[in-house]
């Protein structure tokens, strides 16, 4: 099993930024792919951003694009959402999410084997 922690979400004003942290325990793997999903009220999940094991390998939706990156670092477990000029649209609850091998359908939440809880993130206009 793996376990799939978020934090970092918060209030922030439109035009701030936040960071995300995924921390990941239990089982892990070593050729995984890690992503983030948003999901709005009244809203499906829909797909962030996503990163391979190794880093080369990064995907972004085109509503992000340019304002969020996806960096992890394989040796703390640990998965980031970096988070610029946000705007209202932003809001919701992000979840971080893990397959178990590789992927290359990372847009899509059944690709994904484990997710975190999710957390908040509410951007005022």
């Known amino acids: 099993q793996v376990q799939l922690v978020e934090s970092g979400g918060g209030l922030v004003q439109a035009g701030g930024s936040l960071r995300l942290s995924c921390a990941a325990s239990g089982r892990t793997f070593s050729n995984n792919v890690m992503g983030w999903f948003r999901q709005a009220p009244g809203n499906e999940r829909e797909f962030v951003a996503a990163?391979?094991?190794?880093?080369?390998?990064?995907y972004y939706a085109d509503s992000v694009l340019g304002r969020f990156t996806i960096p992890r670092d394989n040796a703390k477990n640990t998965v980031y959402l970096q988070m610029n000029r946000l705007q209202p649209e932003d809001t919701a609850v992000y979840y971080c999410a893990a397959t178990v091998g590789p992927s290359n359908k990372v847009t899509r939440p059944s690709s994904y084997d484990y997710w975190g809880q999710g957390t908040q993130v509410t951007v005022s206009s």
């Open positions: 990163i391979n094991w190794r880093g080369s390998s990064t």
